[in-house]
T-cell receptor, first 114, second 111 residues
Framework: KAGVTQTPRYLIKTRGQQVTLSCSPISGHRSVSWYQQTPGQGLQFLFEYFSETQRNKGNFPGRFSGRQFSNSRSEMNVSTLELGDSALYLC?????????????FGPGTRLLVL | AQRVTQPEKLLSVFKGAPVELKCNYSYSGSPELFWYVQYSRQRLQLLLRHISRESIKGFTADLNKGETSFHLKKPFAQEEDSAMYYCALIDRGSTLGRLYFGRGTQLTVWP
């Protein structure tokens, strides 16, 4: 099976712009989670989607949003970009949701905000 | 509250030496512990999880509930083990799939 894919892999934006990142889960996986990775804060949970519903949300401002489509693909959007949003954004998929599932990660989208 | 602590940011050993990467956790629910590894320019990948009790690439990890630790060990380190290692926790009893990660330990194995 193909692994989790994320597009684009690299992105450069300026402050105030918005950005949309895409994640395609492993075939058959219905849960998608998003994480932000920065040198200062490490890996932090953004949100989790299952069956097109947001199940869980981390401690991020409302500028960060996401959605999931009926084919389980997910997008996350960041509006009014700030310099501090520069990070590696990771997507992970799992068969279902919950603590019994193993999450498999994509390669990430590296976002640079100038 | 910091749920997963990896006290060593950097760890260096010589090839053939034993290696132990420390992980301590704090969680009141039913934690399931994981080790993820990220090799240079590769994606984050699962190394092992506590419940499966597997040994992957020679690595093992034992959950010590008394000490709330889940240290990763390998008796003889190899150069290809050089990577970033993350300890992570999830609530096994939860219907939500949120992973809590430690800050990671960069392991370097010298020839």
């Amino acid at each position: 099976k193909a692994g989790v894919t994320q597009t684009p892999r690299y992105l450069i934006k300026t402050r105030g712009q918005q950005v949309t990142l895409s994640c395609s889960p492993i075939s058959g996986h219905r849960s998608v989670s998003w994480y932000q990775q920065t040198p200062g804060q490490g890996l932090q949970f953004l949100f989790e989607y299952f069956s097109e519903t947001q199940r869980n949300k981390g401690n991020f401002p409302g500028r960060f949003s996401g959605r999931q489509f009926s084919n389980s693909r997910s997008e996350m959007n960041v509006s009014t970009l700030e310099l501090g949003d520069s990070a590696l954004y990771l997507c992970a998929s799992s068969l279902g949701t919950g603590g019994k599932e193993t999450q498999y990660f994509g390669p990430g989208t590296r976002l640079l905000v100038l | 509250a910091q749920r997963v602590t990896q006290p060593e940011k950097l760890l260096s050993v010589f090839k053939g030496a034993p290696v132990e990467l420390k992980c301590n956790y704090s969680y009141s629910g039913s934690p399931e512990l994981f080790w993820y590894v990220q090799y240079s320019r590769q994606r984050l990948q699962l190394l092992l999880r506590h419940i499966s009790r597997e040994s992957i690439k020679g690595f093992t990890a034992d959950l010590n509930k008394g000490e709330t630790s889940f240290h990763l060990k390998k008796p003889f380190a190899q150069e290809e083990d050089s990577a970033m290692y993350y300890c992570a926790l999830i609530d096994r009893g939860s219907t939500l799939g949120r992973l809590y990660f430690g800050r990671g330990t960069q392991l370097t194995v010298w020839p």
